[in-house]
T-cell receptor, first 109, second 111 residues
Framework: EDQVTQSPEALRLQEGESSSLNCSYTVSGLRGLFWYRQDPGKGPEFLFTLYSAGEEKEKERLKATLTKKESFLHITAPKPEDSATYLC??????????FGTGTRLQVTL | DVKVTQSSRYLVKRTGEKVFLECVQDMDHENMFWYRQDPGLGLRLIYFSYDVKMKEKGDIPEGYSVSREKKERFSLILESASTNQTSMYLCASSEEPYEQYFGPGTRLTVT
């Protein structure tokens, strides 16, 4: 059975304080590792897809990386508007995604 | 831009009522999905569809059914709503085998 575990559950950073979120996954035949951002009361917003170990993707202050067992979402010099819950999901041989429970990020001034 | 819309943002229903949640996507995607999201449990897949009139059970299909009569529209039906179905319901669509795009969600309360 596919499993995705995210850590930490919650993270509080000061503006400008860089950090990383972790996503550990167990899946047969990885066909994609996905990162989403979710604001309170809204649907998840797609950020990145990673397909193979060593791959990296960047968008503004966010960079996602992938190894054979984990993915990291690095946040460089975060701003308060980066506050959200970040979700990770894996896709194996089936079409469906397995989601982690998310990391709730708060960035304060 | 992909757009997925859901019929209601907030819904309040009574126990035993039949509830319809509708989802429409405008990108001609093959796949559509229904999830529920609960605190501490994350997103759980209820049903998905990879073609018109086709459906597959997800991880928690009990108490739900779905309908896909047109490619752009996927409906979730609660035949007899119960309080344990109070949740946030999220619809998503995707083009195989790429990322899923989500709608804004429907917060359903069953009293």
């Amino acid at each position: 059975e596919d499993q995705v575990t995210q850590s930490p559950e919650a993270l509080r950073l000061q503006e400008g304080e860089s950090s990383s979120l972790n996503c550990s996954y167990t899946v047969s035949g990885l066909r994609g590792l996905f990162w989403y951002r979710q604001d309170p009361g809204k649907g998840p917003e797609f950020l990145f897809t990673l397909y193979s170990a060593g791959e990296e993707k960047e968008k503004e202050r966010l960079k996602a990386t992938l190894t054979k067992k984990e993915s990291f979402l690095h946040i460089t010099a975060p701003k308060p508007e980066d506050s959200a819950t970040y979700l990770c999901a894996s896709r194996g041989t089936a079409s469906k995604l397995t989601f982690g429970t998310g990391t709730r990020l708060q960035v304060t001034l | 831009d992909v757009k997925v819309t859901q019929s209601s943002r907030y819904l309040v229903k009574r126990t035993g009522e039949k509830v319809f949640l509708e989802c429409v996507q405008d990108m001609d995607h093959e796949n559509m999905f229904w999830y529920r999201q609960d605190p501490g449990l994350g997103l759980r897949l209820i049903y998905f569809s990879y073609d018109v009139k086709m459906k597959e059970k997800g991880d928690i299909p009990e108490g739900y059914s779905v309908s896909r009569e047109k490619k752009e529209r996927f409906s979730l039906i609660l035949e007899s709503a119960s309080t344990n179905q109070t949740s946030m319901y999220l619809c998503a669509s995707s083009e195989e085998p790429y990322e899923q795009y989500f709608g804004p969600g429907t917060r359903l309360t069953v009293t």
